[in-house]
């Protein structure tokens, strides 16, 4: 099975609008657009299973794949706008969320196709054989990571935290994890009570111990500093198209 990224960065993307720092104008000169971070999973039938709905060409990327489900991990927007377009979808996709009442927009006055279901922290849910379990994570929003068992490897797609409960790590160090994608969206020189950054990501992945570890949803402006200053980091920013097999 396929796991890839439709997208590592953070909510403006990169090239960022009107940018024109040394990432972005290598971003225009290489044709490449990196959007907001979410993946999918592609079962051996050829069906989908996706994470987050942050890329906002989801319809025309899959016009021709069942969508088995959508695995959500929060409802900022930048995780969940490619919904706005899906819901006109002529299938019912089901969307696994966080207990997260408010939404975002007019998601839940609108549902259409989508048949949004609640997940409790550490349910499972099982389609085609994977096994994906949800791990709440602490954020500015309720918000779940997921843990994804194929027959062949654990991968865990652990995007927007500010850090990790205790719960969840203890869960993590348990299991035998292949690749391990992780929030870093800031560099150490910037507090945020919302994200992690490359420093605060690495330690957690050192704790965890994954055979692999990447770091997700990064600005030009946390890249910047590491192009700049030629700064290679034990645990690598990872681009759209980000593949692994699994
Ligand atoms: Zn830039
Ligand atoms: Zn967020
Ligand atoms: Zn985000």
Same mark, same amino acid.
């Given at each position: 099975?396929?796991?890839? =990224?439709?997208?590592?960065?953070?909510?403006?993307?990169?090239? *960022? #609008?009107?940018?024109?720092?040394?990432?972005?104008?290598?971003?225009?000169?290489?044709?490449?657009?990196?959007?907001?971070?979410?993946?999918?999973?592609?079962?051996?039938?050829?069906?989908?299973?996706?994470?987050?709905?942050?890329?906002?060409?989801?319809?025309?990327?899959?016009?021709?794949?069942?969508?088995?489900?959508?695995?959500?991990?929060?409802?900022?927007?930048? #995780?969940?706008?490619?919904?706005?377009? *899906?819901?006109?979808?002529?299938?019912?996709?089901?969307?696994?969320?966080?207990?997260?009442?408010?939404?975002?927009?007019?998601?839940? /006055?609108?549902?259409?196709? /989508?048949?949004?279901?609640?997940?409790?922290?550490?349910?499972?849910?099982?389609?085609?054989?994977?096994? /994906?379990?949800?791990? $709440?994570? *602490?954020?500015?929003?309720?918000? #779940?990571?997921?843990?994804? =068992?194929?027959?062949?490897?654990?991968?865990?797609?652990?995007?927007?935290?500010?850090?990790? $409960?205790?719960?969840?790590?203890?869960?993590?160090?348990?299991?035998?994890?292949?690749?391990?994608? *992780?929030?870093?969206?800031?560099?150490?020189?910037?507090?945020?009570?919302?994200?992690?950054?490359?420093?605060?990501? +690495?330690?957690?992945?050192?704790?965890?111990? $994954?055979?692999?570890?990447?770091?997700? #949803?990064?600005?030009?402006?946390?890249?910047? $500093?590491?192009?700049?200053?030629?700064?290679?980091?034990?645990?690598?920013?990872?681009?759209? +198209?980000?593949?692994?097999?699994?």
């Amino acid at each position: 099975m396929k796991f890839e =990224f439709l997208g590592t960065a953070d909510t403006g993307g990169i090239p *960022l #609008h009107r940018c024109q720092c040394e990432i972005c104008e290598s971003a225009r000169l290489k044709g490449v657009s990196n959007r907001s971070s979410s993946a999918y999973l592609e079962l051996d039938d050829g069906s989908v299973i996706l994470f987050d709905a942050g890329y906002d060409l989801l319809c025309d990327r899959f016009n021709k794949k069942h969508i088995r489900a959508v695995f959500l991990t929060h409802f900022h927007a930048d #995780h969940c706008f490619g919904l706005i377009r *899906l819901r006109k979808s002529a299938d019912t996709i089901i969307c696994y969320t966080p207990n997260d009442t408010q939404g975002f927009g007019d998601l839940f /006055i609108h549902k259409d196709s /989508i048949d949004y279901q609640v997940l409790q922290p550490f349910e499972a849910k099982e389609i085609e054989g994977v096994k /994906i379990v949800a791990l $709440p994570l *602490l954020h500015s929003k309720t918000t #779940h990571g997921y843990v994804i =068992f194929t027959c062949k490897g654990v991968v865990a797609y652990l995007t927007d935290c500010a850090s990790i $409960p205790e719960s969840s790590l203890a869960y993590l160090k348990a299991q035998k994890i292949d690749h391990l994608f *992780l929030d870093a969206a800031y560099t150490p020189y910037f507090e945020s009570k919302k994200h992690l950054n490359w420093e605060s990501a +690495g330690e957690y992945i050192d704790a965890i111990k $994954p055979k692999n570890g990447y770091l997700i #949803h990064a600005s030009c402006k946390t890249l910047l $500093p590491l192009h700049v200053k030629k700064i290679r980091l034990k645990y690598p920013y990872i681009e759209q +198209g980000f593949t692994i097999e699994v």
